[in-house]
């Protein structure tokens, strides 16, 4: 290949012709194995001797460490050695026991081993190692094979000329090498080609040298624009067009240039042909005298990395979000217990007809506020997906709750047409609430970006084909038409930066189809947009469900003569431990207060009590401990305990429930439920509750809680 200026290949044998000695190649390779692979050692050797028997070269060390001598040699009748020289494989992968395996000291305190043969036209040359101290860390193998054939092609040139050297160029001499040149020329375009990385090279005046085909795919334009483009002020503007922000692309390629010493990193917010995500690896091209000789790119698509790195922070942000809501309601439900449980004591009383009113407003606010909190733990819990029959107008109405106010405040209206007769969905609320929360979020925005005010309408109804449907629609901007292809696309959004990462409605997408259902986009440009859901009907509603739906107050049936006792509450909450005391001693019973669990503890196993109620999360000791230590001694009350608890959503909680099989009360929890729940422990044979709680507790003659 011919040019008035130097192409990158002739710049790359110029270093590799002209430089200086052979170990001072072999040496610049070494230390670039060791950036470019990030490890922690590296070295190339190449066969010498008339039978080729020994390996001499170079070995470089992170941070500039002196090394051995003798590690310079190596023994090519090492097994992974000789199999790679003699084996034809392109290159060997050495991890832990196998590193340790080859007894090989260059290798010592390394965990993971990437073994390249130099090879040029067949002919092995030589071997290059590179090696980690972590089997965990992931380097780009095939830019190390890159270099590595780079590698092999200087060493061959070098040789070659300081062969001619020293036995004297003749003009057949000098054509062969003219010859020869080229063909290294050619083996490094195909090599420059055989990448999956867009690579451009600059000479050391900016201007572009060598364009690979894959550069110009990954930017959607014609390779032949930069085969054309010699120029920077003819190839910057062309490039720069294809990136979201044209004028910082274009100044960051300027302050790259500006610095030629420096290797550099950055990622690149790609919008044409498609919306992605390029990192863009730079570093400086020198002689081995330190000439600065030019500058060379790679550029790579990451985009799939990112989604799943920004799927695995969204994870790690819900599960922090979920233990977060945790501890805030349980801080919540303890005030929401007193309020709920004396307005119900307060109702219980002779009061006026303004009294009453009073009362039952402030019941329904508090317990309006329960279903907010118990909304968001539904919504961020920490457990598994878990499907089972569910009414989707439930989900609706649930995640409806949760925005509320924020759609009020934003003027935004909202229009509900629920089918009043649907079957029920096999699905996981949880998910399905995201995919609501998601879908109304966007409608929000949309009409929020536009007039500022506007209408969302929701409707769900069973649909020709057997399916429940859901509808969101809005009457924002619309969708244009070209995007609509592309809605569900990860890190695709029109919104501004900062609005949205591109996921919600990819994620979206994902859980729907999960589900074994069809989300379906249609749009007209002026006139809103509307996503329709259609989901598969579940199996009929079971017991468990309706029970843990059920939002009433118990009815049950005590025996003719109500069994009283001598009752202990443990809980660090004062306003809820009166609250307990209040309705037992109503009930009749003696009850004493104890507001730490370590006193509590002592008092239970000392005292003589018929039942102990006990909050199941406290500082110090919890009721967790108190149960295991009441076990542990061999204490009846062990059978006569009830929990009070917050955290019925956490799965750790959930699970010590089940097991132990300890009746409990979900805060905030009804004053009937409390009594009824009593009522059993103390006499479980008489007493019997017949109906659900709204904390979906069902106890039976027998003792045994289900719902």
Known sequence: MESETPSA?????????HGGPLHSLLSAAARELLHAGGGHRAGVWLLSGQAQQTLEGIVVQRG?????????NLDPGVPAVRDLLVSGADEILLVNTETSQMQLEVLSGTAKTLCLPLRVAGATLGVAIVAWQEEAFTADSSLLRGLADAVALAVASRVSHEITQDRGMTPETEKTTLLRTREIEAQLESLAESTDAGIVLFDSLGNPQLVNQRFAKLLGLPWQLFSEARTWEAFAPAVAAQFRDPGSFVMRWGQIASSPGEASWDELDMLRPTSRIMERFARPIRDSSGTFLGRLEIYRDITSEKMIQSKLLHTEKMAGLGQLISGIAHELNNPLTSIMGYSQLLLGRRLTA?????????????ERAARIVKNLLLFARETRPERHP???????????ALRSYELRVENIRLEQNLATDLPHVLADPAQLQQVLLNLIVNAEQAIRHSSGEGTICIRTWLNANGRVALEIADNGPGIPPENIPRIFDPFFTTKPP????GLGLSITYGIIQEHGGQIMVESQPGKGAKFILELPMGAPESMMTRLAGARHSPSFERSAVLQTGKVLVVEDEPTVAHLIADVMSEEGHS???VLDGQ???GRALAGHYDLVICDLRMPGID??????????????????????????????????????????LAKPFLVEELKALVAQTLDPIESTVVGAGHNGLRVQANGNRTG
């Open 64 to 72: 500039g460490g002196i090394v051995p001598e003798h590690w310079r």
């Open 599 to 601: 006193e509590g503890l």
């Open 498 to 501: 900062g609005s949205g990462t």
């Open 591 to 593: 009850v004493e207060i």
């Open 390 to 400: 569910v009414h989707l107008n439930e989900i609706v109405e649930r995640t409806l």
């Open 9 to 17: 290949v002739e710049i790359f044998l110029r270093e590799a012709v």
């Open 623 to 664: 009721g967790r401990a108190i149960y295991r230590e009441l076990v542990a001694k061999g204490s009846p009350l062990q059978h006569r305990l009830i929990f009070v608890t917050g955290d019925t959503l956490a799965s750790h909680t959930l699970e010590f429930l089940e097991t132990t099989g300890v009746p409990y």
């Open 354 to 366: 303004a009294q009453a009113a009073d009362g039952r407003l402030i019941y329904q606010e508090a």
